[in-house]
């Protein structure tokens, strides 16, 4: 089955820099990589998506890219702020076969005022 | 349109008491999955289910969890003689044919066992 590795465990950085989310999966039938953001005591919350058809995608501040032949995936913050603060979990699924979505062990982002 | 509407939201159970966590997916929605988050953990995939159809369990543990999704209802997670390790957030989370495997989660259900 599926498998998604996520690095780092815990990231920290100044507000106004950029913070970098990676991500490595193992079924090469994986095409639909989503990222949710968690904060404490909440519900993970969608908040970009990419599918197999392209290598990036960006939504004002975040953009995934995707390099199908590493088997890489890439979450990037820029112009952090202290609301960034959440815990970040890449996944993968197989979008044709309506596989279950697996989700890497996540990473604790800190941004420092 | 509502969302994934997860209950009860915190439910304590003494060690061998039985835990019901229900599930509702958002309207249109035929795809429910059940993930369990232990304390400062990630999200571990336990079934996925469709109207009346276990699709795929293998996270689910061999003995004392079972999951249903009747054709009229909403799905439940039950978790029989409870014990301390079960204590965990559970979340559930709902997708149509039409998002493709775009999930959307619940709230989640935290359930101590005491």
């Known amino acids: 089955g599926e498998n998604v590795e996520q690095h780092p465990s815990t990231l920290s950085v100044q507000e106004g820099d950029s913070a970098v989310i990676k991500c490595t999966y193992s079924?090469?039938?994986?095409?639909?990589f989503p990222w949710y953001k968690q904060e404490l005591g909440k519900r993970p919350q969608l908040i970009i998506d990419?599918?197999?058809?392209?290598g990036e995608k960006k939504d004002q501040r975040i953009a995934v890219t995707l390099n199908k032949t590493a088997k890489h995936f890439s979450l990037h913050i820029t112009e952090t702020q202290p609301e960034d603060s959440a815990v970040y979990f890449c996944?993968?699924?197989?979008?044709?076969?309506?596989?279950?979505?697996?989700f890497g062990p996540g990473t604790s982002l800190s941004v420092i005022p | 349109n509502a969302g994934v509407m997860q209950n009860p939201r915190h439910l304590v159970r003494r060690r061998g008491q039985e835990a019901r966590l229900r599930c509702s997916p958002m309207?249109?929605?035929?795809?429910v999955y059940w993930y369990r988050q232990l304390p400062e953990e990630g999200l571990k995939f336990m079934v996925y289910?469709?109207?009346?159809?276990?699709?795929?369990e293998s996270g689910m543990p061999k003995e004392r969890f079972s999951a249903e999704f009747p054709k009229e209802g909403p799905s439940i997670l039950r978790i029989q003689q409870v014990v301390r390790g079960d204590s965990a957030a559970y979340f559930c989370?709902?997708?149509?044919?039409?998002?493709?495997?775009?999930?959307?989660f619940g709230e989640g259900s935290w359930l101590t066992v005491v």
């Open positions: 079924d090469s039938a994986s095409n639909y």
């Open positions: 996944a993968a699924s197989s979008e044709t076969s309506y596989d279950k979505v697996i």
């Open positions: 990419i599918r197999s058809n392209v």
């Open positions: 309207k249109g929605h035929s795809h």
């Open positions: 289910l469709q109207k009346e159809n276990i699709i795929d």
């Open positions: 989370a709902s997708s149509s044919q039409n998002s493709g495997n775009t999930i959307y």
